[in-house]
């Protein structure tokens, strides 16, 4: 988790000015160690946050997907992924992300969950 620069520098100001550590910790909700970090990387001066990365953007549009599974509720995986040119995984984690689950059952697993007659089991 990324703590705010006026966070930070409050924080190291409230120990600088006397106070422990501990109660830092507590009046800022951040733990110990962290303030143990900030005070590490204002001496070598750099205490601004770390740059977070740049996110890659979705390879698969939402509402072609979202559309596209309403027209065939019953297509697997990787029919959808040979219909948009995609890996099935990307099509997995795009249905995943818009909460859509497409379970299904073969046809022969469905033949070989037949109750079994256990009537005719001696004990």
Request: glycine fraction near 4%; proline fraction near 3%; aromatic fraction near 10%.
């Amino acid at each position: 988790m990324t703590y705010s620069q006026d966070l930070r520098t409050k924080a190291l100001d409230y120990i600088e000015n006397g106070s422990s550590k501990a109660e830092a910790s507590r009046i800022f909700g951040v733990t110990t160690q962290t303030l143990f970090n900030w005070i590490k990387r204002k001496k070598q001066g750099k205490l601004p946050p770390k740059q977070t990365r740049k996110r890659v953007p979705y390879r698969i549009e939402e509402e072609k997907l979202k559309d596209y599974i309403a027209a065939n509720p019953d297509s697997y995986l990787r029919e959808i992924a040979k219909e948009f040119d995609l890996a099935i995984s990307t099509v997995f984690y795009g249905c995943k992300r818009l909460k859509i689950t497409l379970k299904k059952r073969h046809h022969s697993t469905r033949k070989g969950m037949k109750k079994r007659d256990w009537s005719s089991r001696k004990n």
